[in-house]
């Protein structure tokens, strides 16, 4: 009894305590919420008030104030639990039903919100009204992601990236739901599902994860010539991007924009980051899939967080469908790019990504994306893929949010007049007034009505012909573009495709499936043939494929190639510095001010988690510890170590890879006096390219320019294979 007692008087004190704290973390929930409802201008809609306002107490979901929300309901305190304990089944019932289907493909991504604007009035390309006015703003929603993987894969797998852009403009909702890559594997719809269950883990063993490396998904490509082009463009650099704030974004189809006057184009649509198109190097993607998996969500959170906003130019090819006749490919073929060279770019306008998110879920996770989702100005072509997301995405986000009324959730709320006589179905937000939902009607005047002038209306193409199930002539050739996309590259990107290739095929066990896949690459070009023919000592077995259309030899494409035209520069890079107390504060603040003005970061690290103090005595708080942050995490290092530090380094195998592995991934790599013999342990050539020995803080320029002029130090890699 008096053990029961105790127990009891205990309970209700600690429920007193938590109590006090559960007011406390509400209380500062609320005001979290009112900031955040000030720089709410982005959200649809008012966001849902998760709290009672002034009054900080915890309720149930229907208001009731909980008084306890740490223990259950039970007879006798070490007594069976009460099944009337409504608190507690509210609770776990909600959380039991937290989590909702992810998305089929594209499930692991990344959101952030911004604004569009135009450069200039675009009126003679199309009516769209957010290309119009160079100072009217339009919010956007972008979600990036890759598709193979699950929710909980990593970021830097070898994948295409999505590139999804939500615009709230003044006449609804537009939906550019892009990719980083200009082609797809597949010309029809109806070989959507093939293609992903090939890619996705083999339904007996469901391994492996967020990987192409594996029969199935070759075995697959092998046996569709049409997938030649994009594996192309899958192999390469491409598919490991270094950051998302690093990459193209390409609507892959062809569509079409109307002027005021009824004046058709054909367009492709394009993203142009203004850091540049790059990537990692392959092992180092593999390395930072284990160090840290969500790459490149903290890289873009971050960045934002700091306020170095990621920007996109938004870019069009426009070209009228008599021209597109000309063409030696079909711009309906979502197999094919329009060379840049054909037809230039054309910039609209810049996308700035300014704001994270609040809410991963209610944001990131819940945007749906449609490309039906057009506005007036914007239409469709017959390309046979786009014809079939059509339908694809709006259906999915039936079974994925549970209802029609995913409109209503605030992230895809339109942020402009929203009526019309759909009612009812699950989970309804609104409260539709008055007894009329139907149309026509002259019972209700103040109803919605059509409006004919302002409505979007189809482009009114001349469509005729027999049902068939064919595919057109005109999208038969599997491989020029192909070829011309490999001519296109530089030496290392072309080594980097070879890579690619070998690797994936190495993993793919069945022999005939990998003779099938040097046959095409045979097609392809054939030193591409040779490189990977030998590199799976299989020179000489490619099984002899015959090609349904002639290949043609396109001259080169430089606007293909991430390098062949890259200007360097530092923006967005990160610094990896590797020190120990007593680093030189000099040379540190040199470093950290260079860097920040040419828009590059340092991250600090250190030997163990705990602060290190410079030669004047001053303390910094490491970003990382070495064991914890591989060379890999960077784009160029520096060790700078007092001489004590130097020593410890040296005995540290830690630092001494984190040295070696920067060369082996071709970083420009800095040391100091104290650290060069560091480089000796690490077996670097202290005289390699991209090497520098450092007499002080005025080396620092020379340094960051090493590393400004070019992304990663490519003669390096050509001198080790
Ligand atoms: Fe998608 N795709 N897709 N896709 N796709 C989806 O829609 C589909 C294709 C793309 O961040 C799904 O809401 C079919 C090409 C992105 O939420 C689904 C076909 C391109 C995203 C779907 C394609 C894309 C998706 C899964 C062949 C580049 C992520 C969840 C006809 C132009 C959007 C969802 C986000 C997502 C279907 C091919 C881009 C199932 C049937 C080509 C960026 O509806």
New binding site residues.
């Given amino acids: 009894m008096a053990r029961a007692l105790l127990g009891h008087v205990g309970t209700i004190q600690f429920g007193l305590l938590l109590m006090a704290t559960a007011a406390q973390s509400s209380h500062e929930q609320n005001q979290n919420l009112m900031a955040n409802d000030q720089s709410k201008q982005g959200m649809g809609g008012e966001p849902h008030q998760v709290s009672g306002g002034d009054d900080p107490r915890l309720t149930t979901n229907q208001g009731l104030v909980v008084s306890d929300d740490q223990n259950t309901l039970t007879v006798g305190p070490r007594g069976p639990q009460a099944l009337e304990d409504f608190v507690m089944r509210e609770k776990i019932t909600h959380f039991d039903h937290e989590r909702i289907p992810e ?4 499930a692991r ?1 990344y959101g952030a919100h911004g604004y569009f604007e135009p450069y200039e009035s675009a009126a003679d390309l199309t009516k769209a009204a957010f290309l119009q006015d160079p100072k009217q703003r339009t919010p956007v929603f972008v ?1 990036f ?1 890759t598709v193979a993987g699950r929710a909980g894969s990593f970021d830097t797998a070898r994948d295409v990236r ?3 852009v939500k615009f709230y403009t003044s006449e609804g909702n537009y939906d550019l ?3 980083n890559i200009p082609v ?1 594997f ?1 010309q029809d ?1 109806i070989k ?1 599902p093939d293609l992903i269950h090939s890619v996705k883990p083999a339904p007996d063993r469901d391994f492996p994860q967020a990987q192409s490396a594996h029969d199935t998904f070759w075995d697959f490509v092998s046996l569709s010539p049409e997938s030649t082009h994009m594996l192309m463009w899958i192999m390469s650099d491409r598919a490991i991007p270094r950051s998302f704030r690093m990459m193209d974004g ?4 062809t569509f079409r924009m109307i002027n005021a006057k009824g004046e058709a184009k054909f367009v492709k649509f394009h993203w142009r980051p203004k850091l540049g198109a790059l990537s990692l190097v392959w092992d180092e993607a593999v390395t930072i899939n284990g160090a840290d998996p969500d790459f490149h969500r903290r890289d873009l959170w971050n960045s934002i967080q700091a306020g170095d906003f990621p920007e996109w130019d938004f870019c069009v090819q426009e070209f009228t469908e008599e021209e597109a006749e000309g063409f030696d490919f079909d711009v309906l073929d ?1 197999t094919k790019i329009v060379p840049e060279e054909i037809v230039p770019l054309r910039r609209l306008g810049r996308m700035v990504l300014d704001r994270t998110v609040d809410n991963f879920f209610a944001e990131t996770e819940q ?4 490309p039906s989702h057009v506005v007036p100005g914007i239409d469709f072509s017959n390309d046979p ?1 786009l014809q ?2 059509l339908f ?2 709006l ?3 039936l079974s ?1 949010l549970g209802s029609p009324n995913f409109h209503q959730i605030p992230i895809n709320q339109p942020k402009c007049p929203m009526q019309n006589f759909q009612r009812d179905g699950h989970m309804q937000m609104d409260v539709p007034t008055g007894r009329v939902a139907n149309e026509p009607n002259s019972l209700d005047e103040g109803s919605p009505r059509e409006d004919p002038e302002r409505g979007f209306t189809s482009y009114p193409a001349e469509e005729s012909g027999q049902k068939l199930r064919v595919r057109p002539e005109s999208f038969a050739d599997h491989y020029s573009q192909a070829r011309q996309f490999y001519k296109s590259m530089t030496d290392p990107e072309k080594r980097h495709i070879a890579g690619g290739f070998a690797f994936e095929l190495g993993k793919c066990k069945e022999l005939k499936v990998r003779k099938r896949m040097l046959g095409r690459l045979q097609l392809v070009h054939e030193e591409l043939h040779d490189a990977v023919a030998k590199k799976l000592g299989m020179e000489g077995e490619a099984e002899k494929l015959e090609p349904a259309a002639p290949v043609l030899d396109p001259d080169p494409s430089p606007a293909l190639s991430q390098y062949a035209g890259f200007e360097g520069g530092m923006q967005g890079k990160k610094i990896g510095l590797l020190t120990t107390t007593g680093v030189d504060s000099q040379l540190y603040n040199a470093l950290v001010e260079g860097a920040k003005q040419e828009g590059a970061e340092v991250a600090l690290i250190a030997p163990k988690a705990g602060p290190i103090e410079t030669s004047r005595g001053k303390e910094l708080a490491p970003d990382d510890f070495l064991a914890g942050a591989p060379s890999a995490l960077f784009d160029c290092v520096l060790v700078a170590p007092s001489s004590e530090g130097a020593e410890a380094l040296m005995a540290d195998p830690d630092a001494v890879n984190w040295v070696r592995n920067a060369y082996a991934h071709l970083k420009v790599i800095g040391v100091t006096k104290e650290a060069a013999p560091l480089l000796d342990k690490a077996q670097v050539d202290p005289g390699a390219k991209g090497v520098l020995t450092l007499r002080g803080a005025d080396d620092i320029g020379q340094y960051l320019k090493g590393v400004a002029a070019q992304h990663r130090v490519w003669e390096r890699e050509e001198a080790m294979s």
């Fill in positions: 998305r089929v493909v594209h991504g979600r992601s999505g590139f999804a739901v892009g990719n797809f597949i719809a959507f390409f609507g892959v189809h979502p945007v749906a994306f449609c893929l079939g997301r694809s995405y259906d999915t986000q994925r």
